[in-house]
């Protein structure tokens, strides 16, 4: 009787086995990556939507920054950019069935903007209907990267049937060309093609999203072939899957770098000596090789190289490959004498009896700061500063902002928030006041005034001159210090065809992409 | 009787009362901005700003004082109302039926994928060691057992990951949406609560098997399995 029992689940069990192997339907694809849908209201989930192609923006974004029409086929503005109209596009229906018109829109913005948004939204004094696929903002300042905030994920686009009570999202219905089928917040979002979509319908009937909160789950799930796309992921798992037939790996350049925030304000460091040695010492190569596994990574300005316009082309005596990291520090530890800070037997400087020590804020969410903020402290104690580093949490650095009690940061700013980089300048270097990711303290009327006559020229000449003569002046003086640019390392199983990454992170692109057939 | 009972009802709520007090205090003493850290969890990494921890602030009412906030989680106790998540927005109760329900079913299958081994096993080597004091299966279990439960859980699973995923590719790396995504997890779970409990079985089988009452049961004529079964199993199986 003993002896049939345990057959019997043996058996059960080999049959369970042999059934947990299913082939990946020629249907559906499985994507990865490390974010976690919270909940479906798109202030603080829109992200993952847009990603998922299920809510769209009236403007969207092109692999160099650029904004093209997205919901919206057009949009102009009066000529000193203080009124904005943007015409949508015709025959778009939601996935509930509704055609959008510009009262759905102007409902789904106005419950937008009385949410956060990672953009200055008080700029924006009215907004109207002005006609059946028109919609119109009256601005109280010259502002040209409007349209740019447009493209932000808190302005996708919901149809008016998802509000319920107090405006929450009910049932989350956008426009894209997926439709929610399943979502079980944090971990699951399923969505199957909308048929009635306004562009090129999707080619994959069905996608789940999973998030994997580790790096390696998520190479080893395309590395099963569990999962066809996995993003974000870190330098160790890259070299595994390289080696790997069945996988291929795509490394992208994104607009996010790696920056120490300086609050210029602390009379260690309104010396704007001290900022450039600080920035001097540092061998960004080393770090690059070494923590990240990437050469040629090394930031020597805010934008990156993807960032056309913003991105400087630096002269050979501008760049940080001109000397030996050894000549660098050298000049560092001479800056730092030529500001005060004398060189006592204990290593460190010192001036008036004060020893140049500082503080560090960083955050966990990204495991590779830690490591770099470590690197940085050693670099920096090579020319005398004693750097302590905390760990906090992320919010640790706009309250320490906030309250003045931060001295420096690491942080690795997203550029992709506000498309248009000078949105991003007119935010935090227009003001003494700086921003929250960005400087603090900092003062610098030619930046300042500068950048008010950026957002409201017309000609385009004058606007790239401008450009020069900001970035100059802010690499000179210093308010944020530049370590490096991101890469992003995707992982796709070699049955999808037509991957591609989108820099700006608003998609995964997966409409446009196709399962090879016999795999 | 009744005394009894309205004594117990006093502790249950002064119980109640006192858990929620403490969480309270707790919750406000830690280190940093309450708000800050809502709008982190809320609006992610890169979009936490004081002007998101200001309005969740306001939403929350957290500029309210320390009594009046107080007293409205104490009123919300009272009348069993647990809120809703401050990230999410999703009622607590959701949240606990999500997380807890995975919880649950996890910790249900371990305990009976370890009885499944634990029992067998524990019974066995016992039954070994009863015969022969250096019995090398008895002994390998022992080591065998110490180094599963010496190994950290996640390191278990690991090698499961690494056995039943990557190389024999029977079961998936990671996932929650069906029955076969929990079998890693179970085992993993599974062999390290039996690397404890097999030896505890196993001590108390040697035990029985020692005793005087099941030395009688043989020696009033029962064959060594009768015995066994009879007296020895059911009391190495309650003993503990």
């Known amino acids: 009787m003993q002896i049939q029992l345990i057959t019997m689940l043996a058996l059960v069990t080999c049959l369970m086995l042999s059934a947990c192997t299913p082939p990946q339907p020629a249907n559906k694809i499985t994507i990865s990556g490390p974010f976690e849908p919270v909940n479906n209201d798109p202030a603080s989930t829109g992200y993952m939507f847009t990603r998922m192609q299920v809510l769209e923006t009236l403007v969207e974004v092109n692999n160099l920054g650029q904004l093209v029409p997205g919901l919206a086929s057009s949009w102009k503005s009066n000529s000193d950019f203080t009124q904005w109209e943007f015409t949508l596009r015709a025959d778009v229906h939601f996935h509930d069935g509704a055609l959008m018109t510009a009262n759905a829109v102007y409902k789904s913005l106005a419950v937008a903007f009385g949410k956060p948004t990672p953009f200055p939204k008080n700029i924006i004094s009215d907004m109207e209907v002005t006609s059946d696929n028109t919609i119109a903002f009256t601005l109280n300042q010259s502002y040209r990267p409007f349209p740019s905030l447009l493209s932000n994920y808190t302005t996708a686009v919901v149809a008016p049937s998802s509000f319920g009570k107090f405006n929450r999202i009910k049932t989350l219905a956008g426009t894209g060309p997926y439709k929610i089928s399943h979502f079980e917040p944090p971990h699951n979002i399923s969505t199957t093609r909308f048929d009635n979509y306004w562009g090129e319908p999707a080619h994959i009937e069905n996608v789940e999203y999973i998030t994997g909160h580790r790096s390696e789950t998520r190479a080893l799930m395309v590395r099963t072939g569990q999962a066809d796309i996995v993003y974000n992921l870190d330098p160790a798992s890259v070299t595994m899957l390289r080696s790997n037939n069945n996988v291929n790996v795509f490394s992208d350049r994104i607009p996010r770098t790696t920056l120490i925030k300086l609050n210029s304000g602390h009379p260690f460091l309104t010396d704007v000596k001290v900022r450039q040695a600080l920035s001097l010492a540092l061998d960004r190569e080393s770090i690059a090789r070494g923590v990240m596994r990437t050469p040629n990574i090394a930031a020597d300005q805010l934008f990156g190289p993807n960032i056309r316009q913003w991105h400087v082309q630096l002269t050979p005596d501008e760049t940080l490959k001109k000397i030996s990291a050894a000549q660098a520090k050298q000049q560092a530890s001479d800056l730092l004498s030529d500001a005060g800070w004398a060189l006592a037997d204990d290593g460190y400087r010192y001036k008036d009896g004060a020893r140049l020590a500082l503080n560090m804020i960083t955050y966990a969410n990204r495991p590779e700061l830690i490591t770099i903020a470590t690197a940085i402290q050693d670099q920096w104690a090579q020319i005398g500063v004693a750097l302590s580093v905390h760990m906090e949490n992320v919010s640790a650095i706009p309250s320490g902002h906030a309250d003045g009690t931060l001295e420096t940061a690491l942080m690795a700013r997203n550029f992709a928030n506000i498309p248009d980089p000078l949105g991003i300048m007119l935010a935090d270097f227009s003001t003494i006041k700086g921003g929250d990711w960005g400087p603090m303290n900092w003062r610098n009327d030619t930046v300042f005034s500068n950048l008010n006559l950026l957002s409201r020229t017309t000609n385009d000449e004058t606007y790239n001159r401008l450009i020069e003569s900001v970035m100059s002046e802010i690499r000179r003086d210093v308010p944020l210090i530049p370590v490096m640019y991101y890469v992003q390392q995707t992982a796709t199983s070699n049955r999808l065809r037509n991957f591609s990454f989108d820099p700006y992170e608003r998609s995964f692109r997966v409409s446009q992409m196709t399962i090879a057939p016999n795999q | ?240």
């Open chain 2, 1 to 240: 009787m009744k005394k009894i009972l309205y004594q117990r009802l006093l502790q249950a709520l002064l119980m109640a009362w006192s858990v929620g007090t403490l969480t309270f205090v707790l919750t406000r003493s830690l280190p940093g901005d309450m708000a800050y850290k809502i709008a982190a969890g809320r609006y992610g990494d890169d979009a936490v700003s004081s002007s998101a921890a200001k309005a969740v602030a306001e939403e929350l009412g957290l500029h309210k004082s320390g009594l009046e906030q107080y007293l409205s989680w104490m009123a919300d106790l009272a009348t069993l109302d647990l809120g809703t998540s401050l990230v999410t927005g999703a009622p607590i109760i959701y949240e606990l039926q999500n997380q807890l329900s995975y919880t649950l079913v996890l910790a249900g299958l371990a305990i009976i994928v370890s009885a499944l081994i634990a029992f067998p096993l524990g019974i066995y080597s016992g039954i070994k060691s009863a015969n022969n004091p250096h019995s090398t299966f008895d002994h390998s279990v022992l080591a065998f057992s110490t180094f599963l439960r010496s190994q950290p859980v996640f390191c278990l699973g690991l090698i499961l990951i690494f056995i039943f995923a990557l190389e024999l590719n029977w079961l998936p790396v990671a996932g929650s949406s069906g029955f076969v995504y929990t079998i890693l997890p179970v085992i993993t779970l599974g062999l390290s609560l039996a690397a404890i409990s097999n030896r505890v079985i196993r001590n108390s089988t040697v035990s029985a098997l020692h005793s005087g009452y099941f030395h009688f049961a043989k020696i009033k004529g029962l064959s060594p399995f009768h015995a066994f079964r009879r007296h020895a199993l059911p009391t190495s199986s309650c003993r503990h």
